[in-house]
Each structure stands twice: as structure tokens, then as C-alpha cells.
Antibody, heavy 121, light 106 residues
């Protein structure tokens, strides 16, 4: 069974940093693109960014709203995905989901349960 | 690429046929997926590549369309189907979602 378990969420002040982690199991992690998707309270879904697999040189893509502030990385030896969030803004407050993709053009197949990040003073 | 869903809210009864529309601001070929989300839960993939049913999803769900116009149809609405539905394009970056359609009990 595919499992994605996020951790690291919490309350942080504007301008602060936070690192989210996602532990994956039940599939060959190294084969897959992995994404982060977020959802502000009461709002819709927003794609945050993606890391491709080793075969595609672990290259990354980001939404314009987080580019330069957020960084996605992965450790295939630990079946783990990370989201380093810097210079946080109040508008970054959201539930952050770790998502298993496939490859280019493929959908978001499996989602974690999400972790809440609250940016507030 | 902007994704526009309509309606934003839909009131329907059990057994109704329900159709949700998603329009892309430019052609996305068939690179469109549909997700279902219930309150407090993560989204769940229903349809991918515009019309392919994800494994385990009931056959009352179907998708159609290509280019810029897409539809999600629920042939006979069941109590478990009351939820919010999102479309999402994977044709180009940034990957984008529609604003969502909430299906409510009439």
C-alpha cells in the first residue's frame, strides 16, 4: 500500500523558515516524480513545486509564488521528500500535501494526509 | 494556463446525473485530471488523461473532452459523492487547478 506521511508543520513567524518532510513507502520512490501541493484554509488547491527522478537529473520546477523562497529536495536512500521554506509570508499559511506523480504530463496519483503550516505573528 | 470550472456550487439529489465543466485558457490536449476532495481529507484521483478512470473508482464517474473543454459526469449521484471536485492540467508548468465545484445535497 502506498503511504505518504508528512511532518514538520507548525506555527512560524513571517520571515521565518520551516522544513517539511515526507516519508514514502509502498512503491519504488526513486522512480517517481514527487510534488508538493498546498491548500490555504477554505480555499482551492495550489501546486507548489516538483522534483523529477534520478533519470531526469532530479531537476525541479516551482510555482511563481514560491520560486526563490522554497526549495524541494529528495533523498532516495531514505525514501524521503523535503520542502525547505524560507522568507515565509502570511499567505503561505496552508495545508501542505506530499504527492506522488508519475512523469511529465501525468496526474497526481497519491496524496499524503497533509501537514498544516501557519505563518503568523 | 488558467483552468475555469463551472458551476462553483451545484445542488443535486441522490440519483441525479451531474455534469461539471472545466475550461482551459489554451489547448492542453488531453492532459487533464479530475480529483474528489471531502472535508478534512486529501484529494483523490478520479480521472486522468481526460477520460481514463483511475483503478478502483466507480464506473458512474466519467470524463470527456480535449483541447480546452472538458467535463466530469456522475451518472447517478450517490450519498458518498457529495464533495468538492477539482480539475487539473498537466500540459505545461506551472501545473494548475480549477477553482473547484462543490456538490451539495439538494
Amino acid at each position: 500500500e502506498v503511504q505518504l506521511v508528512e511532518s514538520g508543520g507548525g506555527l512560524v513567524q513571517p520571515g521565518g523558515s520551516l522544513r517539511l518532510s515526507c516519508a514514502a513507502s509502498g512503491f519504488t520512490f526513486s522512480d517517481h516524480y514527487m510534488d508538493w501541493v498546498r491548500q490555504a484554509p477554505g480555499k482551492g488547491l495550489e501546486w507548489v513545486g516538483r522534483t523529477r527522478n534520478k533519470a531526469n537529473s532530479y531537476t525541479t520546477e516551482y510555482a511563481a509564488s514560491v520560486k526563490g523562497r522554497f526549495a524541494i529536495s529528495r533523498d532516495d536512500s531514505k525514501n524521503s521528500l523535503y520542502l525547505q521554506m524560507n522568507s515565509l509570508k502570511t499567505e503561505d499559511t496552508a495545508v501542505y500535501y506530499c504527492v506522488r506523480g508519475g512523469g511529465s504530463w501525468e496526474p497526481f496519483y497519491c496524496w499524503g494526509q497533509g501537514t498544516l503550516v501557519t505563518v503568523s505573528s | 494556463i488558467q483552468m475555469t470550472q463551472s458551476p462553483s456550487t451545484l445542488s443535486a439529489s441522490v440519483g441525479d446525473r451531474v455534469t461539471i465543466t472545466c475550461r482551459a485558457s489554451q489547448s492542453i490536449s488531453s492532459w487533464l485530471a479530475w480529483y474528489q476532495q471531502k472535508p478534512g481529507k486529501a484529494p483523490k484521483l478520479l480521472i486522468y488523461k481526460a477520460s481514463s478512470l483511475e483503478s478502483g473508482v466507480p464506473s458512474r464517474f466519467s470524463g470527456s473532452g480535449s483541447g480546452t473543454e472538458f467535463t466530469l459526469t456522475i451518472s447517478s449521484l450517490q450519498p458518498d459523492d457529495f464533495a468538492t471536485y477539482y480539475c487539473q492540467q498537466s500540459n505545461d508548468y506551472p501545473l494548475t487547478f480549477g477553482g473547484g465545484t462543490k456538490v451539495e445535497i439538494k
